[in-house]
């Protein structure tokens, strides 16, 4: 491939090199290093994630390891359930925020066997671990503090939802690593404080594995969504828990896997995880469940699961105490995952009423993405009906909804508009021809952000 494309082994040890100090490491690769690798010797980690980068750049275009015959690089921090957390958490980081290990990890592949739930012992002997944790760091951290990641929470999750997983990733992991790092490795000015510290970095590593999966990142996601489990079992929260395993679940049968799917939800629902929750986040939880049945085929208890969600946020009151990770989830949401349940059972008018249902109780303004994301589903279910015209009215809707937002999920409802109008492309349609415009703009714009 190196000859092929004119790279020479000596440019190609330059660059290395460069790389290399970018990120603060002394390389001395040479073109007789180059040729070996040519010749099948695998270089070590992490000069393997700096060739891959240089050739990269060399190239002025995207290079795989597997592309160049080395093997994917091991990313080693949170799929290891029995790893250190806090450990995790750093390395995790760690390799996010590098230029260099970021498109390593970015090019990782989503690994169905990392989706087994840890056995009913992993649980206490994590809780244990975290209760005995040695402080390694000075600081004090008390409620004041605790206070402050959780309105940084909030800020970072209504910013995901107007904007999208795209938007400022990157920031959320720098100050889950950094700031809630530190304070994870403190004295706590006692329990309830500590516990507290630990759900919140489970809340925060959940939301960039959330902004990851949104932005089509699936692996890094995987990644954040269990070293969040993790930090769950620290704290003692169950709910977190179970609120994390539903996200999974969600990835797993987006991704075609409707069998780990369905026992990620289970496991989401089962014991203190759904008994512990609020209604709200039940709801939430027996939603996800119930779309996991349906898409493995099992129709009538998809349906029983449907009814039990629904009662759940029937069950909500204003005044009731619920976390603040579910201030997204209600009768619009309940609609959108109502629908995806109803279509995986083959049901297209239940589906199409629930996703109408969907966009009209959402407040667009700020639940942007998702409201864009359901108009889409919703125009896919119109042309899977023959109403071309509906189709193309919601789906112009979508790409005034999509403006600005930076998510994988908006550009796959406008590349889905795109291949369900290609049969009536150079039909001399005007509505048809215009809508293919503006996804075809959209999707260009929106990979260049």
Same mark, same amino acid.
């Given at each position: 491939?190196?000859?092929?494309?004119?790279?020479?082994?000596?440019?190609?040890?330059?660059?290395?090199?460069?790389?290399?100090?970018?990120?603060?490491?002394?390389?001395?690769?040479?073109?007789?290093?180059?040729?070996?690798?040519?010749?099948?010797?695998?270089?070590?980690?992490?000069?393997?994630?700096?060739?891959?980068?240089?050739?990269?750049?060399?190239?002025?275009?995207?290079?795989?390891?597997?592309?160049?015959?080395?093997?994917?690089?091991?990313?080693?921090?949170?799929?290891?359930?029995?790893?250190?957390?806090?450990?995790?958490?750093?390395?995790?980081?760690?390799?996010?925020?590098?230029?260099?290990?970021?498109?390593?990890?970015?090019?990782?592949?989503?690994?169905?066997?990392?989706?087994?739930?840890?056995?009913?012992?992993?649980?206490?002997?994590?809780?244990?671990?975290?209760?005995?944790?040695?402080?390694?760091?000075?600081?004090?951290?008390?409620?004041?503090?605790?206070?402050?990641?959780?309105?940084?929470?909030?800020?970072?999750?209504?910013?995901?939802?107007?904007?999208?997983?795209?938007?400022?990733?990157?920031?959320?992991?720098?100050?889950?690593?950094?700031?809630?790092?530190?304070?994870?490795?403190?004295?706590?000015?006692?329990?309830?404080?500590?516990?507290?510290?630990?759900?919140?970095?489970?809340?925060?590593?959940?939301?960039?594995?959330?902004?990851?999966?949104?932005?089509?990142?699936?692996?890094?996601?995987?990644?954040?969504? *269990?070293? =969040? %489990?993790? !930090?769950?079992?620290?704290?003692?929260?169950?709910?977190?828990? /179970?609120?994390?395993?539903? #996200?999974? $679940?969600?990835?797993?049968?987006?991704?075609?896997?409707?069998?780990?799917?369905?026992?990620?939800?289970?496991?989401?629902?089962?014991?203190?995880?759904?008994?512990?929750?609020?209604?709200?986040?039940?709801?939430?939880?027996?939603?996800?469940?119930?779309?996991?049945?349906?898409?493995?085929?099992?129709?009538?208890?998809?349906?029983?699961?449907?009814?039990?969600?629904?009662?759940?946020?029937?069950?909500?009151?204003?005044?009731?105490?619920?976390?603040?990770?579910?201030?997204?989830?209600?009768?619009?949401?309940?609609?959108?995952?109502?629908?995806?349940?109803?279509?995986?059972?083959?049901?297209?008018?239940?589906?199409?009423?629930?996703?109408?249902?969907?966009?009209?109780?959402?407040?667009?303004?700020?639940?942007?993405? *998702?409201? =864009? %994301?359901? !108009?889409?589903?919703?125009?896919?279910?119109?042309?899977?009906? /023959?109403?071309?015209?509906? #189709?193309? $009215?919601?789906?112009?809707?979508?790409?005034?909804?999509?403006?600005?937002?930076?998510?994988?999920?908006?550009?796959?409802?406008?590349?889905?508009?795109?291949?369900?109008?290609?049969?009536?492309?150079?039909?001399?349609?005007?509505?048809?021809?215009?809508?293919?415009?503006?996804?075809?703009?959209?999707?260009?714009?929106?990979?260049?952000?």
């Amino acid at each position: 491939m190196l000859k092929a494309e004119g790279v020479t082994y000596e440019a190609l040890a330059s660059k290395v090199r460069a790389v290399a100090a970018e990120a603060g490491q002394a390389l001395h690769t040479n073109r007789s290093n180059v040729a070996h690798w040519v010749a099948g010797a695998e270089p070590k980690e992490p000069t393997s994630l700096y060739l891959v980068e240089a050739l990269s750049r060399y190239l002025r275009r995207p290079v795989g390891p597997e592309e160049v015959g080395l093997l994917q690089p091991r990313l080693r921090p949170a799929l290891e359930w029995h790893a250190d957390t806090l450990n995790a958490l750093i390395e995790l980081g760690r390799q996010d925020l590098d230029i260099v290990r970021r498109r390593a990890l970015s090019a990782a592949a989503y690994s169905v066997a990392a989706l087994a739930v840890p056995g009913a012992s992993w649980w206490p002997q994590q809780t244990a671990h975290a209760a005995s944790r040695e402080p390694t760091a000075p600081r004090r951290v008390g409620g004041r503090d605790l206070e402050a990641v959780r309105d940084m929470i909030a800020v970072f999750s209504r910013a995901d939802q107007r904007h999208g997983g795209g938007h400022a990733r990157s920031t959320v992991v720098q100050y889950l690593t950094s700031d809630v790092g530190a304070y994870l490795r403190g004295r706590f000015a006692d329990e309830t404080v500590r516990r507290g510290m630990y759900s919140a970095a489970g809340e925060l590593a959940y939301l960039s594995g959330w902004m990851a999966f949104d932005n089509a990142e699936h692996a890094t996601a995987q990644h954040y969504y *269990t070293l =969040a %489990v993790s !930090l769950a079992a620290e704290a003692d929260d169950a709910p977190l828990a /179970g609120h994390v395993l539903r #996200a999974m $679940a969600h990835q797993a049968v987006d991704l075609g896997h409707p069998r780990q799917a369905l026992n990620l939800a289970s496991a989401s629902v089962d014991g203190a995880r759904y008994r512990d929750a609020s209604p709200r986040e039940r709801s939430l939880l027996g939603v996800v469940h119930a779309r996991a049945l349906a898409a493995s085929g099992q129709k009538r208890a998809a349906a029983t699961a449907l009814l039990r969600a629904e009662d759940d946020l029937r069950a909500t009151t204003p005044d009731g105490a619920e976390p603040g990770r579910v201030f997204f989830f209600g009768e619009a949401s309940l609609a959108h995952q109502t629908a995806y349940t109803l279509r995986h059972s083959g049901d297209l008018p239940g589906a199409l009423s629930q996703f109408r249902r969907s966009v009209r109780t959402r407040k667009a303004e700020s639940f942007t993405r *998702t409201h =864009a %994301v359901t !108009l889409g589903d919703l125009g896919s279910v119109q042309a899977r009906q /023959g109403a071309i015209d509906d #189709a193309c $009215a919601t789906w112009n809707r979508a790409l005034d909804t999509m403006d600005g937002i930076q998510s994988a999920r908006t550009r796959r409802v406008a590349a889905d508009m795109r291949t369900a109008l290609s049969p009536l492309r150079g039909r001399g349609i005007t509505a048809v021809n215009e809508l293919d415009r503006r996804a075809a703009a959209y999707l260009t714009t929106s990979a260049s952000i």
